[in-house]
């Protein structure tokens, strides 16, 4: 423990976020730069606690405390190797996760946590600055192939581990570019594409191969892609979206936020969808709806209006979701902060009942009504119906799992057990293959919509289970096993 008083001398610190009336008249990310000497005493604060909660709140079981000291003791080569050792990507996690780690950590029991997160994400930037981020291929190839499905992050941490375990790794992804929804889901503003870029850039020089623009299933079938390769590990997400049946749902302006971010990800602001001018309203009320929001601030909306369903979550933790649990909370994203700046409301408890059309077929309003919480069956509430404008609605409702068909469906017929488990995700063993042989699944191929940090701990996981069964050992780690589940 490098400071003993620490966690009495200093409070919990993080960045600003730049000024709204600034920050949204660009798509960059929204922090400023936080000073070193402000993160050492951040990193002053862990306690360095003998059983630290922290690595279990972490899926991926970073070692927190180890690099809390080695930011204070001004080690940061040293800080970066220790954080490397457990996680492929801290410039993702550092700048995307929600931080379980911050809600197990001991100080949090009855002060405000150490700001875990925030020094991730100085190690892994202050590491690529001074050029510490080096490709790392292979000492001896094993002549074995495999191929990755999908590019997000479960894909590419399975990728890393098995290139540098010297496999020849071929990583098939649909889109036009790498990455997953870290490349077409999450805006700009909450993660800079240069972020992705340059590890790319890494792992091509380790001899990963990137092949874009191939739709497996579609392009080149499975059984084409078992012939050819060794191991295959699925890691296309859980990208089937749920939907709202409501009438008016084929209005010309409704669309799925999976539709509406990835134009303006790629064109950052000139989309082809765009929310300029629009009264715009965004239905689910979280993460996804966030980056929604942001986007529609960006690109000049008339009016934002959020609903979600739920009754509004407390600010503060409830007794029936204690500390080291992960609780479900009120927040202040920077999307919301900018919502609330330009006088948009979230609204909570609250349910669509029809989208309304003009003439044309285009979207005009939407009908709503307040209903009950989720005990009462979200009952309707008497006398609450109403209408508000709407020119543009982006559904942000979660994820049912993979889609079907095509690639799914082919496995499937081979698989010889169940190939989906009862919730409609990729089922596996405990070595995370599938029913068919030497076919692995990670992320929220087999997990369900989930966090990046569980894709990662998973594509880690799930390229040890490959080494394995390809070689007969393995001396990569596994983070976690697929039952593993968030403590909530
Ligand atoms: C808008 C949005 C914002 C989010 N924000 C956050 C956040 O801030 N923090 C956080 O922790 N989590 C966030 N999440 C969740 C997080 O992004 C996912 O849990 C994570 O990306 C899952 O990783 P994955 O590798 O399993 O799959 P994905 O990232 O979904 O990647 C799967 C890839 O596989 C490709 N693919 C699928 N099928 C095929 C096929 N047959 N052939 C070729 N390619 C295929 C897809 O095109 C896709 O690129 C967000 C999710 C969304 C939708
Ligand atoms: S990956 Fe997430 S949970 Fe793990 S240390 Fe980083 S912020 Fe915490």
């Keep these: 423990m490098a400071d003993p008083k620490g966690f009495l001398t200093h409070d919990r ?86 931080a379980p780690c911050e809600m197990a950590c001991v100080l949090g029991i009855n002060a405000d946590p150490v700001a875990i997160k925030r020094v991730e994400v100085e190690i892994i930037d202050r590491a690529f600055a001074e050029g510490w981020v080096t490709p790392q291929p292979p000492l001896a190839r094993t002549g074995k192939k495999v191929a990755v499905v999908g590019s997000g992050p479960a894909g590419l941490a399975a990728a890393q581990q098995l290139t540098r375990a010297g496999h020849d790794v071929v990583v098939f992804e649909r889109a036009d570019a790498i990455g997953g929804l870290l490349r077409y889901g999450i805006p700009e503003f909450k993660m800079e594409k240069r972020n992705i870029d340059r590890r790319i850039e890494q792992m ?15 392009d080149v079938t499975a059984a084409q892609l078992r012939a050819e390769f060794d191991a295959i590990v699925l890691a296309g997400g859980a990208t089937a979206w749920r939907d709202l049946p409501v009438p008016g749902r084929d209005a010309e302006g409704v669309y799925q936020a999976m539709e509406y971010l990835p134009p303006a990800n790629k064109g950052f602001g000139d989309s082809s969808i765009s929310a300029q001018g629009k009264h715009v309203v965004v239905i689910g009320g979280g993460d996804t709806g966030a980056d929604c929001i942001g986007t529609a601030v960006r690109q000049g909306a008339a009016s934002i209006t959020q609903l979600e369903i739920m009754p509004k979550p407390p600010a503060d933790r409830p007794g029936s979701q204690p500390w080291p649990t992960f609780p479900m909370l009120f927040k202040m994203e920077s999307a919301h902060e900018e919502l609330a700046e330009l006088g948009g409301d979230r609204v909570y408890a609250v349910s669509t009942t029809e989208f309304v059309k003009d003439a044309e077929g285009r979207l005009a309003a939407l009908r709503l009504v307040d209903v009950e919480g989720p005990a009462a069956g ?49 089922a596996r063993n405990r070595s995370y293959q599938t029913g068919v042989d030497g076919v692995f699944a990670a992320g929220d191929m087999g997990r369900g919509q989930s966090l990046i940090v569980w894709a990662i701990a998973e594509g880690r996981s799930a390229a040890a289970a490959v080494d394995e069964y390809l070689t007969g050992q393995t001396a990569l780690p596994v983070a976690i096993p697929p039952t593993a589940r968030p403590l909530v």
């Design 13 to 98: 610190e993080l960045p600003q976020r730049r000024p709204v009336d600034v920050r949204i008249r660009d798509w960059r990310e929204v922090y400023d730069a936080f000073p070193a000497e402000k993160l050492t005493r951040q990193a002053a604060r862990c306690m360095d606690c003998g059983i630290p909660f922290c690595h279990n709140g972490c899926p991926l079981g970073n070692l927190i405390p180890e690099w809390n000291d080695l930011v204070y003791r001004d080690d940061w080569r040293e800080a970066i190797e220790r954080l490397h050792a457990t996680n492929n990507f801290p410039e993702f996690t550092g700048r995307l996760c929600p």
């Design 204 to 218: 091509v020089a380790e001899g990963t191969e990137f092949r874009t623009g191939v739709h497996v299933g579609v």
């Design 378 to 426: 979200f009952k309707p509430v008497p006398g609450t119906e109403r209408e508000i404008p709407a020119q543009l609605v982006t559904l942000a409702m979660g994820f049912l799992g993979p889609e079907k068909g095509g690639l799914l469906t082919e496995l499937a017929e081979l698989s010889a057990g169940e190939f989906f488990d009862p919730r409609g995700n990729v």
